[in-house]
């Protein structure tokens, strides 16, 4: 399985941003999937997951900003964030929860004014 994480950017706090984790591979569907952001100081954390049947689980620091939802069909994930802060700049990454395929290039998140 091969994962691209893409949408990422440079934002004001406050700010949205969507991003998008293609997924190569028919076993997507069966996975529960995950968003994850590391930053060059901090250990990769996990940010949002979903299992297959669409139930999502977030980390204390993204809830009720952040939703995570995915297209089984089009074997993608997503992440929608909301009320972007500075500390939610990182790398973002999607993989398999718990992570098990080759991390991709991640996509660059930067909130600042």
């Known amino acids: 399985v091969q994962l691209q994480a893409y949408g990422g950017g440079l934002v004001q706090p406050g700010g949205s941003l969507r991003l998008s984790c293609a997924a190569s591979g028919s076993v997507f569907r069966f996975d529960e999937m995950a968003w994850f952001r590391q930053t060059p100081v901090k250990q990769r954390e996990l940010v949002a997951r979903i299992n297959p049947g669409g139930s999502t689980n977030y980390a204390d620091s993204v809830k009720g900003r952040f939703t995570i939802s995915r297209d089984n069909a089009a074997n993608t994930l997503y992440l929608q964030m909301n009320s972007l802060k500075p500390e939610d700049t990182a790398v973002y990454y999607c993989?398999?929860?718990?992570?098990?395929?080759?991390w991709g290039q991640g996509t660059q998140v930067t909130v600042s004014s």
């Open positions: 993989n398999r929860s718990p992570p098990l395929y080759p």
